[in-house]
């Protein structure tokens, strides 16, 4: 039993409470027995309405069991999806009033359901979270979603929702018109029997919207916009929008047919089945375990270094309630580095990420300072100062003299050698790599860096520390580069020869955008900064000369201090918002390749360097390398990581998976 059904008067609470699990998701069993609840309910003639709500603590209903529908074969996927349509439909058609009374996350399948009620209303909780990630996954809402959604608020706001695959906070959802009102969860039950009263819902016509002109000029303006976001290599967003946009013209039962055999296809598809692995690759960061993992709890904090990744990582912490202290040498870095602090709370409440109070609250819970203060009420330091070996060697042997012995000692070093560090402190076994990626607010990734002296239980903490503030830990072996910037420089370092050779730098860049990255490999030298990129570079090319040769491009520009974007010069100038190709620099005078021959050799390059790194076991699993790549640098989520590129396209003549 997954359901309980009470009566409170003439009031039904139906209460989803998945047997054995932490999660209320849908699979056979669980729509099985809401369809018979719905039928029980439907004969009983004194009930006025039905209220569903969820029992467990923080979730109402999460969607689908992922596992079931990406194993399902195509005759059980078209039953499981047309039971749903159909037990959503039966809701949807009962007679009373119907009211989901939202705690928790109400996601995909979650949300379908949620939209067969008449009223939706949630607690303002901050669990309570709501949208249609199906895209994401590489598929689309098929329980009635993607007829439901557009029905309810018009063609023009629902479609967003869904090619987004967004989950909001309440009071967005709220603001979009898919819930109708918000409470604290001590009185959902109450506000939710206020709406018993209220008569079922008639939905909008949406007549201007829904006429055929226009459905056609919106179709047509969503799959451009697509084009230049993801170059249409995302199948599942291009059908939502025939989908969706079919659907307002269409009777329901119509556009459920074309949800089901959309859903069949895009399934079936390498895209949906590489961003469902990532979804599970993220699942099992968040949590990942390493031996007998204690709680770890962390509230006393310090960072070393109010530079750009710094002043990203105290912000970061002090947002999840860490108490931070910062500490520069340089009295105007550490005013800057608070300035992007203030920033940074800024923004979050111009986005209404964080209310006034909290980002007060979080803002007050740094203290800055280039005083010596003593650290050794600090349950960990984080060191993000400049990257530099004798330097950080320096600071490790003053740091192991503040700290108390237990204290966890991290470094975000980008590519030193760990090891060499932990030989300039007492209890080594406590320093652990903590890579956290730029900018940090955005990057959920941080390779936990294990040296040959981190104890197990260093690790486990620093495993646990990353996942307790929200973010999404891969462990790796220290070497040079750790694993996601050792893979990136023999491609960076190519881009850097291709330009010298004579290819223009959007050129070089539109290919591998074209490919299905974020940004090509020069813009991103510029957004990470050449003078750090340099760096970079010098560590592995030490390491690795015979591939990863610094090429001259990036110290000539370091030497005349374009930095890229924080210099607003680089590959590329910025100015006004805008970018354009630097005119001061001029590409080489004879380009060699054509833009495919650049895409094939940049994308080979990054599998190749994956493919050393599994062998020589920088990480456990090709898995945690492809999910490495794609969360630490865009890496076209859709080709699965770089590994599973090369696995699905036989690129290194040998298997990964
Ligand atoms: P940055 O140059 O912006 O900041 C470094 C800060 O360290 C400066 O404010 C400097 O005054 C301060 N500093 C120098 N010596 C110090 C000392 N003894 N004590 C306290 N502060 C000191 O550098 P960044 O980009 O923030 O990088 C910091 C570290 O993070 C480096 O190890 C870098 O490799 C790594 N990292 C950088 C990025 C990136 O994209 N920028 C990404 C990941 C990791």
Same mark, same amino acid.
């Given at each position: 039993?997954?359901?309980? !059904? ?16 932490? @999660? ?33 603590? $923080? ?65 303002? @909780? ?49 603001? *979009? ?32 919207? %829904?006429?055929?002109?226009?459905? @056609? ?14 170059? %249409? ?18 009777? *329901? ?12 296809? !895009? ?49 970061? !912490? ?87 012995? $237990? ?31 730029? =900018? ?39 070497? =040079?580069?750790?694993?996601? $910037? ?94 354009? =190709? ?59 990581? =770089?590994?599973?590129?090369? %696995? ?10």
């Amino acid at each position: 039993m997954h359901l309980k !059904l009470e009566t409170h008067g003439t009031i039904a609470h139906l209460i989803f409470d998945r047997k054995d699990s932490s @999660a209320n998701i849908f699979d056979r069993d669980v729509l099985a027995e809401l369809n018979q609840q719905l039928d029980g309910i439907s004969k009983c003639s004194k009930l006025t309405a039905l209220i569903i709500r969820s029992n467990k603590p $923080n979730i109402f209903i999460a969607g689908a069991d992922l596992k079931t529908l990406s194993t399902a074969s195509e005759d059980e996927l078209e039953s499981l999806i047309k039971l749903g349509q159909s037990v959503f439909c039966k809701l949807e058609d009962l007679h009373i009033t119907t009211i989901a009374a939202i705690h928790g996350a109400c996601v995909g399948g979650g949300l379908e359901l949620a939209l067969a009620c008449d009223y939706r209303i949630a607690s303002d @909780a901050s669990c309570s979270r709501i949208g249609l990630p199906e895209t994401q996954l590489g598929i689309l809402p098929a329980w009635g979603g993607s007829t439901r959604l557009p029905a309810l608020l018009g063609l023009s706001k629902a479609l967003p929702l869904v090619l987004s695959g967004k989950i909001m906070k309440v009071k967005v959802a709220l603001r *979009k018109g898919i819930i109708d009102g918000i409470c604290p969860q001590q009185h959902l039950i109450h506000y939710a029997s206020s709406f018993s009263s209220k008569p079922k819902r008639q939905l909008p016509a949406h007549l201007l919207e %829904h006429n055929p002109l226009t459905v @056609a000029l919106i179709r047509k303006q969503a799959h451009d916009s697509l084009y230049k976001k993801t170059r %249409h290599l995302y199948p599942a967003l291009n059908r939502s929008v025939d989908v969706i946009c079919a659907g307002v013209r269409v009777s *329901k039962h119509e556009s459920f047919d074309n949800e089901r055999e959309a859903i069949k296809e !895009l399934s079936k598809s390498p895209e949906a089945s590489h961003l469902i692995n990532l979804f599970f690759s993220s699942e099992r960061a968040k949590k990942l375990k390493i031996g007998e993992q204690m709680p770890c709890i962390i509230n006393h904090t310090a960072v070393i270094g109010s530079g750009v990744m710094g002043s990203g990582i105290a912000y970061w !912490l002090s947002t999840r309630k860490c108490q931070v202290l910062l500490k520069d040498i340089n009295s105007d870095a550490l005013a800057h580095g608070m300035g992007t602090i203030e920033s940074l709370y800024h923004a979050s409440v111009k986005r209404h990420v964080l209310s006034q109070t909290a980002a007060k609250s979080g803002f007050d819970r740094i203290t800055a300072s280039t005083a010596d203060l003593p650290l050794n009420d600090r349950e960990i330091v984080i060191e993000a100062a400049t990257e530099d070996l004798e330097l950080k060697k320096k600071i490790f042997a003053h740091l192991t003299e503040q700290v108390s012995p $237990n204290t966890i000692l991290a470094t975000n070093t980008s590519a030193l050698p760990i090891h060499e560090l932990a030989e300039h402190i007492t209890h080594p076994e406590r320093l652990v790599g903590m890579h956290f990626f730029n =900018p940090v607010p955005r990057m959920k990734l941080v390779e936990v860096v294990r040296a040959p002296q981190t104890s197990d239980s260093t690790l486990a903490a620093a495993v646990r520390f990353i996942q307790s503030i929200g973010k999404l830990p891969v462990v790796v072996n220290d070497s =040079p580069g750790f694993l996601v $910037n050792r893979i990136l420089l023999p491609y960076l370092v190519r881009a850097g020869q291709l330009f010298s050779e004579g290819h223009a730098p959007e050129t070089i860049d539109n290919c591998m955008v074209d490919f299905g990255m974020p940004m090509g490999p020069l813009r991103l030298l510029d957004e990470v900064g050449l003078d750090v990129s340099l760096h970079v570079a010098k560590t592995l090319s030490a390491a690795f000369p015979d591939r990863m040769e610094i090429p001259s491009i990036l110290t000539d520009l370091v030497t005349k201090g374009l930095l890229g974007k924080k210099s607003n010069e680089g590959f590329y100038l910025y100015e006004k918002g805008k970018t354009k =190709p630097n005119p001061t620099i001029q590409p080489g005078a004879s380009p060699q390749s054509s833009a495919l021959k650049i895409r094939d050799e940049l994308a080979y390059l990054l599998s190749e360097e994956a493919s050393r790194c599994l062998d020589e076991g920088l990480a456990d699993s090709a898995a945690d390398i492809d999910f490495a790549m794609v969360m630490g640098t865009g890496y076209a989520p859709f080709r699965g990581g =770089p590994l599973r590129h090369a %696995h699905d396209t036989n690129l290194l003549n040998r298997t990964f998976y």
